[in-house]
């Protein structure tokens, strides 16, 4: 079968399935819940879901360490539920992308089992076992000083073997030795295994990690705390190993390939997702450039937010990747804190929450929407780092603390940056529990519901035509419907302004002019000449109310706070007038 590409008219819902919807009561979001809620995910105006990993897995990273790649957590559920959901999804024409990770697996996976058990399995070189060496003193080495990105050494000593394990992650996660033949053999049977069931494609987690360089060299150039990266961070042979899946399996199959690229410039995703001798590794990539208008490479190393370094990232993407590449749009996901909290207001909640849904989503190519992210959910905070179940929160918090900060301000840092700002409950009511569980649960939720959820809930503001929840449903419709998203040029104007963010995307026949506010006070904006006086075009989307008078003929406006406007002209002014 033909591959088409669909995917570039997608809007993707993520659903992160411990914190979405507990249909059994047991506290825990599920496969059940999520059949519930299937409705919900439909009238958001999407056309597809990725569902964060579902398999077994002994949680050591919340799924992203996989004990079983053909089966589904028994806390989610079973296959037979998951096939309905499958089946519902489709009946409803949402697609469903599966999680895929494969640049690791769980310590508790049977593979790495017998690779423990013993040296000549075949399963040993599944992995990566080193013997290390010993030095002057006496005191073991490992085999070469690359770091673990979550703080430490990369390798773990296995007294019974006397050999170290590769983990670029936690030592619960060991990598995958895709050079081996049979492992590259198993990732494609695993593939094979969900396609047939009726998945439509995967997100491929850290993708560009999976191919190690030949010897495994020491990283003398490296960051202290990310050795080793800069060497396998889009490895020697990552394009030949994605080529191989697409020929061997994903060509035959009408699906989507999205693949999580941590660190990698622009250049390097037009690299992977532009056809070059007919091949095309993948067909988006997840960047995180954008992601770092407030950090350095992590949210553990903040910095002061800032929105010029925003829009540079977005122009760098949108420029290099331009008619053939393509890229994943988005703001949240469950890696990251809550945008709103972020780089946008709690003052202004509801405005900065559609501010920043317009900020991305008239970009040049794929939407994602993580789950609560539609209704404005911010961050929670904890009060003691006990109640925080990220292991990474954990292991950075012992770093903060080892280097002679406080706990208060670890926590403090934890509260900023963790992950868990994302993976609180789904806010659906502001009853009891957010309606997170069912009435007559046995259990409360397994993590703490965000306070704010008696106002900040699906139940409010489905009937609120200012909300975060109507701006994105209305926002979603709007791009789906305009042709110019699809395929028009990224231009940006007032790229200096600190307040202000704006930007066009233009065709031939059409137009379309994004306007947003970064800003807690109004901001004045004088409107591009080539726009001249906005007469000529149709006031689609805005998230305060706008009479005729500020909305027509007008050089010069007075955005009010985090104030979005999107305008169009030409053509497509005719879809929505
Ligand atoms: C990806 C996942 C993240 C996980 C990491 C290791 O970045 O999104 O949640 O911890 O990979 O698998």
């Known amino acids: 079968m033909a591959r088409t590409d669909w995917y570039k008219d997608m809007v993707f819902y993520q659903i992160w399935p411990r914190s979405f919807c507990d ?48 089966a589904i957590d028994p806390a989610y559920g079973d296959l037979d539920v998951f096939d309905q959901v ?48 010993v030095d002057r003193k006496g005191r073991r080495v490992p085999p070469n000083n690359w770091d673990s990105l979550l703080g430490g050494s990369a390798w773990e000593y296995v007294e019974a073997l006397d050999e170290y394990y590769l983990h670029t992650f936690d030592k619960a996660q060991p990598d995958l030795n895709l050079d081996n033949p049979a492992v590259r053999g198993e990732v494609e049977d695993v593939m094979r295994f969900w396609l047939d069931r009726g998945v439509d494609g995967f997100r491929e987690d850290v ?32 394009r030949s190993y994605l080529m191989q899946f697409r020929r061997d399996v994903l060509d035959s199959h009408d699906c989507v390939v999205v693949g999580e690229a941590p660190m990698l410039g622009a250049r390097k995703a037009l690299a992977l997702t532009a056809a070059r001798r007919g091949e095309r590794p993948l067909d988006l990539v997840i960047g995180f450039d954008h992601m770092q208008a407030d950090c350095m490479y992590t949210e553990y190393l903040p910095r002061p937010f800032s929105l010029r370094k925003l829009k540079r ?15 994943a749009l988005y703001l949240e996901n469950h890696d990251h804190p809550r945008v709103v909290s972020r780089y946008g207001s709690e003052a202004f909640r509801a405005e900065s929450a559609a501010s920043l849904a317009a900020s991305y989503l008239f970009q040049r190519g794929t939407p994602f929407v993580y789950q609560g992210q539609e209704l404005g959910m911010t961050n929670v905070r904890f009060d003691s780092i006990e109640q925080v179940p990220d292991p990474q929160a954990h292991a950075h918090y012992r770093r903060v603390v080892e280097g002679g900060k406080s706990p208060e301000d670890a926590l403090a840092l934890v509260n900023r940056a963790g992950r868990d700002n994302a993976r609180s409950p789904m806010q659906w009511t502001g009853e009891k529990d957010a309606g997170f569980c069912p009435k007559d649960a046995h259990e409360g939720p397994w993590v703490a519901v965000n306070p704010n959820h008696v106002e900040v809930n699906v139940a409010a503001e489905d009937d609120d035509l200012m909300s975060p929840l109507s701006f994105y449903r209305r926002a979603i419709r709007l791009r ?24 066009a995307r233009e065709s031939t026949w059409s137009r379309l002019l994004v306007m947003c506010s970064f800003s807690d006070e109004p901001v004045t904006f004088h409107v591009p000449d080539t726009y001249g006086d906005l007469g000529g075009g149709v006031l689609a989307l805005s998230n305060y109310y706008v009479t005729d008078a500020e909305a027509d003929d007008a050089n010069q406006l007075t955005l009010r706070p985090w104030e979005t406007r999107v305008y169009v002209f030409g053509r497509d002014a005719v879809l929505v007038d």
């Open 313 to 327: 990232a977005y122009a760098q993407w949108q420029d290099a990747l331009g008619e053939s590449g393509w890229c």
């Open 86 to 133: 499958v089946a519902a999804a489709h009946e409803r024409d949402l697609k469903v992308v599966m999680d895929l990770v494969i640049n690791h697996t769980s310590s508790e996976h049977e593979w790495f089992r017998q690779a423990l058990a013993d040296a000549d399995s075949p399963y040993h070189d599944y992995y990566f076992f080193r013997r290390g060496s």
């Open 480 to 503: 789906r419907l305009l042709p110019v998203v699809r395929s028009g040029r990224y231009h940006e104007f007032k790229r200096a302004s600190t307040k202000l963010y704006v930007y």
């Open 207 to 238: 993708i560009t990690f999976v191919s190690k360089p030949q010897g495994l060299p020491s990283d003398v150039l490296g960051l202290p705390g990310s050795r080793g990266l800069r060497l396998y961070n889009c490895g020697p042979r990552l």
């Open 23 to 70: 249909g059994n009561g047991d506290g825990v979001g599920d496969l059940w819940g999520v059949l519930q809620k299937l409705d919900y995910v439909k009238s958001l105006g999407v056309t597809g879901i990725w569902f964060s990993p579902l398999y077994p897995s002994p949680n050591a990273d919340f799924g992203y360490d996989v004990s079983d790649y053909r």
